[in-house]
Protein backbone atom coordinates (compact mmCIF):
# COMPACT_ATOMS: atom_id res chain seq x y z
CA UNK A 1 0.00 0.00 0.00
CA UNK A 2 2.91 2.42 0.74
CA UNK A 3 4.45 1.78 -2.17
CA UNK A 4 1.59 2.64 -4.54
CA UNK A 5 0.87 5.77 -2.23
CA UNK A 6 4.92 6.68 -3.28
CA UNK A 7 4.79 5.88 -6.49
CA UNK A 8 1.66 8.17 -7.13
CA UNK A 9 1.84 10.79 -4.83
CA UNK A 10 5.39 11.36 -4.44
CA UNK A 11 6.89 9.96 -7.71
CA UNK A 12 4.42 10.43 -10.79
CA UNK A 13 2.89 14.31 -9.00
CA UNK A 14 6.83 15.07 -8.00
CA UNK A 15 5.87 16.50 -4.61
CA UNK A 16 7.99 15.79 -1.65
CA UNK A 17 5.86 15.13 1.26
CA UNK A 18 5.93 13.50 4.55
CA UNK A 19 3.01 10.31 3.52
CA UNK A 20 3.99 8.68 7.32
CA UNK A 21 2.20 11.22 8.93
CA UNK A 22 1.39 8.95 12.33
CA UNK A 23 -2.52 7.87 10.82
CA UNK A 24 -2.07 4.75 9.35
CA UNK A 25 -2.05 2.67 12.57
CA UNK A 26 -5.46 3.98 13.69
CA UNK A 27 -6.98 3.88 9.90
CA UNK A 28 -9.01 1.16 8.26
CA UNK A 29 -6.91 0.42 4.89
CA UNK A 30 -8.41 -1.05 1.76
CA UNK A 31 -6.64 -1.80 -1.09
CA UNK A 32 -6.96 -4.07 -4.27
CA UNK A 33 -4.21 -6.38 -5.88
CA UNK A 34 -3.44 -8.72 -8.56
CA UNK A 35 -4.19 -12.47 -7.36
CA UNK A 36 -0.79 -13.68 -8.77
CA UNK A 37 1.05 -10.05 -7.60
CA UNK A 38 4.43 -10.89 -6.18
CA UNK A 39 6.01 -9.83 -2.76
CA UNK A 40 6.55 -6.31 -2.54
CA UNK A 41 4.71 -6.15 -5.52
CA UNK A 42 2.73 -2.20 -5.28
CA UNK A 43 -1.12 -2.93 -4.52
CA UNK A 44 -3.19 -1.88 -7.77
CA UNK A 45 -5.57 0.28 -5.69
CA UNK A 46 -5.41 1.84 -2.32
CA UNK A 47 -6.80 3.78 0.34
CA UNK A 48 -7.59 4.75 4.29
CA UNK A 49 -10.27 5.84 6.41
CA UNK A 50 -9.68 7.43 9.24
CA UNK A 51 -12.18 7.28 12.53
CA UNK A 52 -14.05 10.56 13.48
CA UNK A 53 -11.35 12.64 15.58
CA UNK A 54 -8.49 12.09 13.51
CA UNK A 55 -8.38 14.15 11.03
CA UNK A 56 -11.70 15.77 11.93
CA UNK A 57 -14.48 15.26 13.81
CA UNK A 58 -16.25 13.09 11.22
CA UNK A 59 -14.40 9.85 9.51
CA UNK A 60 -12.17 11.04 6.75
CA UNK A 61 -11.27 8.84 3.39
CA UNK A 62 -7.84 9.69 2.46
CA UNK A 63 -4.82 8.62 0.37
CA UNK A 64 -6.87 7.37 -2.55
CA UNK A 65 -4.92 6.08 -5.02
CA UNK A 66 -4.79 3.94 -8.57
CA UNK A 67 -2.09 2.32 -10.29
CA UNK A 68 -1.84 4.39 -13.77
CA UNK A 69 -3.10 1.06 -15.57
CA UNK A 70 -5.95 0.51 -13.46
CA UNK A 71 -7.07 3.86 -14.54
CA UNK A 72 -10.39 4.56 -16.54
CA UNK A 73 -11.47 0.98 -15.79
CA UNK A 74 -14.12 1.36 -12.76
CA UNK A 75 -11.76 0.32 -10.45
CA UNK A 76 -10.93 3.53 -8.85
CA UNK A 77 -15.42 4.53 -8.57
CA UNK A 78 -15.75 0.99 -6.82
CA UNK A 79 -12.69 1.78 -4.24
CA UNK A 80 -14.63 4.81 -3.48
CA UNK A 81 -17.71 3.19 -3.45
CA UNK A 82 -16.73 0.54 -1.40
CA UNK A 83 -15.34 3.00 0.74
CA UNK A 84 -17.94 4.95 1.69
CA UNK A 85 -19.89 1.64 2.67
CA UNK A 86 -16.99 0.94 4.82
CA UNK A 87 -17.70 3.88 6.93
CA UNK A 88 -21.15 3.82 7.11
CA UNK A 89 -20.83 0.43 8.35
CA UNK A 90 -17.98 1.19 10.87
CA UNK A 91 -19.48 4.63 11.94
CA UNK A 92 -23.20 4.94 11.57
CA UNK A 93 -24.99 8.64 11.55
CA UNK A 94 -21.76 10.22 10.18
CA UNK A 95 -21.21 12.37 6.98
CA UNK A 96 -17.94 11.61 5.38
CA UNK A 97 -15.09 14.01 4.74
CA UNK A 98 -11.99 14.11 1.83
CA UNK A 99 -9.32 16.85 0.79
CA UNK A 100 -10.10 16.07 -2.87
CA UNK A 101 -7.74 17.25 -5.18
CA UNK A 102 -9.71 20.00 -7.21
CA UNK A 103 -9.78 18.07 -11.27
CA UNK A 104 -11.07 15.22 -9.07
CA UNK A 105 -14.45 17.11 -8.04
CA UNK A 106 -16.61 15.55 -11.08
CA UNK A 107 -15.44 12.32 -9.55
CA UNK A 108 -16.38 12.60 -6.14
CA UNK A 109 -19.50 14.16 -6.97
CA UNK A 110 -20.79 11.13 -9.04
CA UNK A 111 -20.63 9.46 -5.60
CA UNK A 112 -22.11 11.81 -3.30
CA UNK A 113 -19.64 14.08 -2.47
CA UNK A 114 -20.04 18.44 -2.14
CA UNK A 115 -18.01 20.75 -2.25
CA UNK A 116 -17.88 22.46 1.22
CA UNK A 117 -15.83 25.66 2.28
CA UNK A 118 -13.14 27.28 -0.19
CA UNK A 119 -10.18 26.09 -2.09
CA UNK A 120 -7.11 25.68 -0.64
CA UNK A 121 -3.22 24.36 -1.38
CA UNK A 122 -2.13 21.09 -0.03
CA UNK A 123 1.80 20.52 -0.49
CA UNK A 124 1.65 22.62 -3.55
CA UNK A 125 -1.50 21.07 -4.94
CA UNK A 126 -5.18 22.56 -5.27
CA UNK A 127 -7.72 21.04 -2.77
CA UNK A 128 -11.09 21.43 -1.64
CA UNK A 129 -12.79 19.82 1.03
CA UNK A 130 -16.14 17.79 0.24
CA UNK A 131 -18.77 16.12 2.60
CA UNK A 132 -20.76 13.08 1.63
CA UNK A 133 -23.81 13.10 4.45
CA UNK A 134 -24.79 10.36 6.16
CA UNK A 135 -27.61 8.74 4.21
CA UNK A 136 -30.40 8.71 6.66
CA UNK A 137 -34.26 7.35 6.33
CA UNK A 138 -34.73 10.81 4.74
CA UNK A 139 -32.66 11.08 2.06
CA UNK A 140 -32.43 7.45 0.55
CA UNK A 141 -36.47 7.63 0.55
CA UNK A 142 -36.05 10.88 -1.60
CA UNK A 143 -33.74 8.89 -3.71
CA UNK A 144 -36.29 6.20 -4.44
CA UNK A 145 -39.13 9.00 -4.74
CA UNK A 146 -37.11 10.82 -7.63
CA UNK A 147 -36.69 7.82 -9.04
CA UNK A 148 -40.41 6.86 -8.90
CA UNK A 149 -41.07 10.75 -10.08
CA UNK A 150 -38.77 9.94 -13.21
CA UNK A 151 -40.53 6.41 -13.88
CA UNK A 152 -43.76 8.50 -14.02
CA UNK A 153 -42.93 11.16 -16.43
CA UNK A 154 -41.45 8.41 -19.05
CA UNK A 155 -44.59 6.06 -18.45
CA UNK A 156 -47.11 8.99 -19.14
CA UNK A 157 -44.81 9.98 -21.94
CA UNK A 158 -45.59 6.92 -23.85
CA UNK A 159 -48.96 7.38 -25.77
CA UNK A 160 -51.68 5.26 -25.36
CA UNK A 161 -51.18 3.54 -28.44
CA UNK A 162 -47.77 2.27 -26.96
CA UNK A 163 -49.47 -0.53 -24.92
CA UNK A 164 -49.12 -3.38 -27.22
CA UNK A 165 -47.04 -6.38 -26.46
CA UNK A 166 -43.97 -6.43 -27.76
CA UNK A 167 -42.39 -9.84 -28.72
CA UNK A 168 -40.83 -11.34 -25.94
CA UNK A 169 -41.32 -8.20 -23.31
CA UNK A 170 -43.81 -6.13 -21.92
CA UNK A 171 -46.11 -3.31 -22.30
CA UNK A 172 -45.74 -0.72 -19.87
CA UNK A 173 -48.56 -1.30 -17.62
CA UNK A 174 -46.56 -4.81 -17.22
CA UNK A 175 -43.29 -2.85 -16.09
CA UNK A 176 -45.38 -0.83 -13.64
CA UNK A 177 -47.04 -3.55 -12.05
CA UNK A 178 -43.86 -5.73 -11.68
CA UNK A 179 -42.65 -2.43 -9.43
CA UNK A 180 -45.43 -3.21 -7.51
CA UNK A 181 -45.01 -6.20 -7.27
CA UNK A 182 -41.63 -6.51 -6.44
CA UNK A 183 -41.87 -3.41 -4.05
CA UNK A 184 -44.54 -5.17 -1.87
CA UNK A 185 -42.62 -8.38 -1.65
CA UNK A 186 -39.73 -6.12 -0.31
CA UNK A 187 -41.70 -4.59 2.21
CA UNK A 188 -42.79 -7.67 3.09
CA UNK A 189 -39.75 -9.57 3.50
CA UNK A 190 -38.14 -6.13 5.61
CA UNK A 191 -41.53 -6.18 7.95
CA UNK A 192 -40.84 -10.06 8.82
CA UNK A 193 -36.89 -9.44 9.32
CA UNK A 194 -37.71 -7.05 11.28
CA UNK A 195 -39.03 -9.14 14.11
CA UNK A 196 -35.91 -9.91 14.86
CA UNK A 197 -33.53 -8.65 17.06
CA UNK A 198 -30.44 -6.43 14.47
CA UNK A 199 -27.99 -8.07 17.06
CA UNK A 200 -28.93 -11.58 15.93
CA UNK A 201 -27.96 -11.06 12.28
CA UNK A 202 -24.65 -10.84 10.42
CA UNK A 203 -22.82 -8.04 10.53
CA UNK A 204 -21.95 -6.16 8.00
CA UNK A 205 -18.65 -6.82 6.06
CA UNK A 206 -16.36 -6.14 2.90
CA UNK A 207 -17.91 -8.91 0.96
CA UNK A 208 -21.31 -7.56 1.65
CA UNK A 209 -20.14 -3.98 0.72
CA UNK A 210 -18.75 -5.94 -2.46
CA UNK A 211 -22.27 -7.58 -3.09
CA UNK A 212 -24.27 -4.23 -3.21
CA UNK A 213 -21.57 -2.35 -5.20
CA UNK A 214 -21.89 -5.15 -7.93
CA UNK A 215 -25.81 -5.00 -7.52
CA UNK A 216 -25.95 -1.37 -8.33
CA UNK A 217 -23.56 -1.64 -11.08
CA UNK A 218 -25.05 -4.24 -13.12
CA UNK A 219 -28.42 -2.28 -12.79
CA UNK A 220 -26.99 0.31 -14.28
CA UNK A 221 -25.28 -1.35 -17.27
CA UNK A 222 -27.13 -2.86 -20.20
CA UNK A 223 -26.53 -6.39 -18.83
CA UNK A 224 -30.36 -7.98 -19.86
CA UNK A 225 -31.86 -9.31 -16.92
CA UNK A 226 -34.39 -12.59 -16.21
CA UNK A 227 -36.45 -12.77 -13.33
CA UNK A 228 -34.49 -14.12 -10.68
CA UNK A 229 -37.90 -15.23 -8.49
CA UNK A 230 -39.13 -17.33 -11.45
CA UNK A 231 -42.07 -15.39 -11.60
CA UNK A 232 -43.09 -14.04 -8.46
CA UNK A 233 -42.88 -10.98 -9.47
CA UNK A 234 -44.86 -11.24 -12.29
CA UNK A 235 -47.31 -8.69 -13.90
CA UNK A 236 -49.72 -10.87 -12.99
CA UNK A 237 -49.43 -10.82 -9.73
CA UNK A 238 -51.02 -7.34 -9.66
CA UNK A 239 -55.10 -7.37 -9.44
CA UNK A 240 -56.56 -6.75 -12.27
CA UNK A 241 -59.24 -4.48 -10.82
CA UNK A 242 -56.25 -1.97 -10.50
CA UNK A 243 -56.30 -1.13 -14.12
CA UNK A 244 -56.08 2.43 -15.64
CA UNK A 245 -52.80 4.21 -15.84
CA UNK A 246 -54.18 6.69 -12.94
CA UNK A 247 -55.34 4.28 -10.71
CA UNK A 248 -52.18 2.20 -11.29
CA UNK A 249 -50.11 5.14 -10.48
CA UNK A 250 -52.06 6.12 -7.83
CA UNK A 251 -52.12 2.35 -5.87
CA UNK A 252 -47.91 2.18 -6.56
CA UNK A 253 -47.65 5.35 -4.56
CA UNK A 254 -50.03 4.93 -2.02
CA UNK A 255 -48.26 1.49 -1.33
CA UNK A 256 -44.76 2.48 -1.34
CA UNK A 257 -45.47 5.64 0.76
CA UNK A 258 -47.24 2.88 3.06
CA UNK A 259 -43.93 0.71 3.03
CA UNK A 260 -41.62 3.02 4.13
CA UNK A 261 -43.57 4.22 6.95
CA UNK A 262 -44.09 0.73 8.40
CA UNK A 263 -40.16 0.05 7.33
CA UNK A 264 -39.43 3.08 9.14
CA UNK A 265 -41.13 2.69 12.29
CA UNK A 266 -40.19 -1.55 12.63
CA UNK A 267 -36.20 -0.29 11.86
CA UNK A 268 -35.56 2.75 13.84
CA UNK A 269 -32.93 1.61 15.57
CA UNK A 270 -29.39 2.88 14.21
CA UNK A 271 -28.31 -1.06 14.48
CA UNK A 272 -30.10 -1.79 11.28
CA UNK A 273 -28.02 0.23 9.52
CA UNK A 274 -24.69 -2.53 9.82
CA UNK A 275 -26.43 -5.60 9.73
CA UNK A 276 -26.82 -8.09 6.50
CA UNK A 277 -30.81 -7.41 6.05
CA UNK A 278 -32.38 -8.21 2.59
CA UNK A 279 -31.62 -11.34 0.52
CA UNK A 280 -31.58 -10.22 -3.11
CA UNK A 281 -32.23 -13.46 -5.47
CA UNK A 282 -29.58 -13.06 -7.50
CA UNK A 283 -26.64 -10.74 -5.46
CA UNK A 284 -27.30 -11.99 -2.13
CA UNK A 285 -27.85 -10.50 1.79
CA UNK A 286 -27.52 -6.29 1.57
CA UNK A 287 -27.20 -4.22 3.63
CA UNK A 288 -30.15 -1.33 4.96
CA UNK A 289 -28.58 1.43 2.61
CA UNK A 290 -27.73 -1.06 0.02
CA UNK A 291 -31.44 -2.08 -0.23
CA UNK A 292 -32.98 1.34 -0.35
CA UNK A 293 -30.15 2.28 -3.34
CA UNK A 294 -31.25 -1.46 -4.99
CA UNK A 295 -34.98 0.06 -4.79
CA UNK A 296 -34.29 3.21 -6.27
CA UNK A 297 -31.70 1.98 -8.93
CA UNK A 298 -34.41 -1.02 -10.17
CA UNK A 299 -36.98 1.51 -10.98
CA UNK A 300 -34.13 3.48 -12.97
CA UNK A 301 -33.47 0.29 -14.74
CA UNK A 302 -37.18 0.11 -16.07
CA UNK A 303 -37.02 3.41 -16.77
CA UNK A 304 -34.29 2.19 -19.35
CA UNK A 305 -36.95 -0.23 -20.35
CA UNK A 306 -39.48 1.98 -21.04
CA UNK A 307 -37.32 4.02 -23.31
CA UNK A 308 -36.26 1.15 -25.42
CA UNK A 309 -39.59 0.01 -25.79
CA UNK A 310 -40.69 3.82 -26.35
CA UNK A 311 -37.51 3.40 -29.27
CA UNK A 312 -39.24 -0.28 -29.88
CA UNK A 313 -42.34 1.35 -31.18
CA UNK A 314 -41.45 4.16 -32.58
CA UNK A 315 -39.05 2.07 -35.46
CA UNK A 316 -42.10 -0.38 -35.74
CA UNK A 317 -44.76 2.29 -36.36
CA UNK A 318 -41.93 3.68 -39.27
Not at 18 to 26: I, Q, S, T
Not at 193 to 209: F, R, V
Request: proline content about 4%; charged content about 25%.
Amino acid sequence: MIRLRLDVFVVEQDCVYADLDGKDLDSVHLWSERLDAGPGEAAESVVRLLPPGISYDVPSIGRVACKDTQRGTGLGQELMERSVRACQRLWPQYAVRISAQKYLIGFYESIGFHVVGEGYLEDNIPHIGMVRPWHSWDHMIYLVSTAALEFEDVYRGLADDHQSVLEGGWNKKEVLKHLIASESSLFAYMQKKSQASPETLPALDLESDGRGVKLVRDLKSDIRWNDPTGGILSPEGVAEAVSSDDDLMAFWNESRASGFRRMREDMANDAWWTVQLFRHPKAGYLSLYDTLAFMAEHIRHHIYQLQRLDSKLQDKGA
